[in-house]
C-alpha cells in the first residue's frame, strides 16, 4: 500500500499481471483498505476524516476482524508519507505483530507532506547513489538539490530549459511550452504538465467531470497530456515534463518538491516561472 493515487494505481495495475495465486490480498491506497472493510467514505476536502477519523476506523476495523482474515506481510511504499496514526493502523492489520513481516520504504528526500510519522521497525540506510531515471542533464540539474548527488547512469538527453516568468503568467507559459513540444514532435502522451501549487485547470476538470479513476488511466493510456501536481507524482515518470512553478503551499517544502517535480522527466525537462526561487533555496 501507499498514500499517492498514481501510484497506487500503478500498483493494482502492474500485480494485476501476475499469476491470480501470486497477487497480494489487497493493492492500493491505505485508505482504500478501511473503506474496502466498511469503513464511511469522507470528502476530499476533509482533512481530519483522512488524518484521524480514518486511520482509527482502520485501527478499530482490523482489531474486530478475525486474525485469519489479516495479513502475515505488508509492503510500503513512499513510506514518508504516513502519519503517526497510519503507522499504528498498519500494524493492527498484521495477524501477529511481533512474529510477521513489514517492509517499508522511504525517501527523505521525497517528504514533501506536512507529516511527521515514523517507521515503527529499524530501517536499514540504503544509499541509491545511482540515477536510472534521468538523462545526465537533468542529473546534474538535480544533484544540488538532492541529499547526494547521485551518479549517473544514463547517457545524455535535451538540456534543462529555464523559463523565467512571473507567478501570475507562469500557467499560460507552462501551456505554451507544451505547445512547443508537441509542435517539435514530441508525442502528447509522453509530455507531462505538473504544477507546484494550486492545481492545472485542466486537471481539475478532468477530475471534475469524469473522476478520479479515469484521470489516473488516463495518464497510464499514455494517450495524451498528462496534466497533474508534484504532490501526486511521486514515483512516476514521463520522458517530457514542463515544471510549472505556480506557487508552494508549504514554502518549507520548496527544495523537496523541486527535487521530485524535476526528477520526474526522464529526457526533456522544461521548468516555468518565478526562478528566484532558486538564489532563495541557495541563499544567493
Not at 509542435?183 to 507546484?196: E, I, K, P, Y
Request: hydrophobic fraction near 40%.
Amino acid at each position: 500500500m501507499c498514500y499517492s493515487r498514481g501510484l497506487g494505481r500503478f500498483l493494482q495495475l502492474f500485480t494485476a499481471q501476475w499469476p491470480e495465486v501470486d497477487r497480494p490480498a489487497f493493492v492500493g491506497l491505505f485508505h482504500d483498505l478501511p473503506i474496502s472493510w466498511g469503513a464511511p467514505t469522507g470528502s476530499d476536502d476533509d482533512s481530519e476524516y483522512w488524518e484521524q477519523r480514518l486511520p482509527t476506523m482502520l485501527k478499530e476495523l482490523a482489531d474486530e476482524r478475525p486474525r485469519k482474515r489479516l495479513f502475515d506481510a505488508i509492503v510500503i511504499d513512499e513510506g514518508q508519507d504516513f502519519s503517526l496514526l497510519w503507522w499504528e493502523a498498519v500494524q493492527s492489520c498484521l495477524r501477529n505483530q511481533l512474529a510477521d513481516t513489514l517492509y517499508v520504504f522511504t525517501d527523505e528526500r521525497q517528504r514533501i507532506f506536512d507529516r511527521h510519522g515514523e517507521s515503527p521497525i529499524t530501517m536499514n540506510p540504503i544509499q541509491l547513489d545511482e540515477n536510472l531515471r534521468n538523462s545526465s542533464q537533468i542529473v546534474a540539474g538535480i544533484a544540488d538539490l538532492a541529499l547526494e548527488p547521485p551518479i549517473a547512469r544514463n547517457g545524455p538527453g535535451d538540456e534543462i530549459e529555464w523559463i523565467d516568468v512571473g507567478l501570475e503568467d507562469a500557467v499560460a507559459e507552462a501551456d505554451g511550452q507544451v505547445e512547443a513540444l508537441m509542435d517539435a514532435g514530441w508525442n502528447a502522451g509522453q509530455v507531462a504538465l505538473l504544477t507546484t501549487g494550486s492545481r492545472h485547470p485542466e486537471q481539475k476538470n478532468i477530475v471534475e467531470s469524469e473522476g478520479i479513476a479515469a484521470y489516473w488511466d488516463q495518464f497510464f493510456a499514455e494517450e495524451d497530456v498528462f496534466y497533474g501536481h508534484v504532490l501526486g507524482f511521486k514515483g512516476l515518470e514521463r520522458p517530457a515534463v514542463v515544471l510549472c512553478l505556480n506557487g508552494f503551499r508549504d514554502p518549507q517544502r520548496a527544495i523537496d518538491m523541486l527535487y521530485v517535480g524535476m526528477s520526474r522527466a526522464t529526457t526533456k525537462l522544461i521548468v516555468v516561472g518565478d526562478l528566484t526561487i532558486f538564489d532563495e533555496i541557495y541563499g544567493c
